[in-house]
């Protein structure tokens, strides 16, 4: 069986300031399955953030 | 080290995930990992969740994807890890792969001001959560097809129906790019 992308999931808005961030993912059910779980973050101070834009 | 000073578990319908490799510091205020799970402890077809926690209060925001395959390689299926951190519109990095693995990377972006991102190199976009949420970060990933040493490189700009403050921003972009590579089954 050759190797094969199966699906993606990403987190959802909000996840700041928790310890904990929840998300469902479907996984297949072909043969030698692996998931990969990528994990980033960030913390930025407002000033480093800069103005909010404005909506047109 | 602060924020970063929290070490990060991942779960799979409740069963614990492999740590690939991870970074932190302050220098960038980021932290980064990957974690996998194996058929082994795979569970059936289906819905499950995903659950990813620090081990103390964390302040900052927190991006995450996840992506996966068939047909993997049960004895190595994470065969590599790399990141970088930069503060520009572009971000490229390479990672030692072959011919025949599949390539993930992902690129999160703390200033909010990225409203699209694509990738330079080929990749195909598998997740998208862009500026345009309000969110006070943005992420996507993508994956694409190995080489023995593959590149994998995004550009991020802003949707032209939205109006900027005329204030240059300190382009914050870019504080990690996670790569993994896997091996493929061998054909039968």
Known sequence: MALAYDASSACTYPQSSQATVTWSHTISGDA???LVVLVTAIWVSSPERGPQPITA | MGEFARTWSATYNSVAMTSA?????????????VFYLKEATMPAAGAHDIVVTASGAFAGDIDCGAVSFSGVDQTTPVSGYNHSTATAVTASLDI????????????SEGSATATYMFTTTGGTVRWNRDGNTGAPTATWGATQTGAATTTCGWEFGTMQ????????????????????????????
Do not use: D
Not at chain 2, 21 to 33: E, H, I, K, V
Not at chain 2, 161 to 185: D, E, G, W
């Open chain 2, 161 to 188: 129906r939205r109006i900027f403050l005329p204030v240059v921003r300190s382009a914050y972009m870019t504080p990690s790019v996670f790569l993994s590579t896997r091996k493929p089954v061998p054909e039968v």
């Open chain 2, 96 to 107: 030692t792969s072959a011919t025949g693995n599949i390539v993930v990377s992902t690129v």
């Open chain 1, 32 to 34: 030698n399955r692996v």
């Open chain 2, 21 to 33: 490799g991870s970074f932190g510091g302050t220098s960038w205020n980021t932290f980064g990992q």
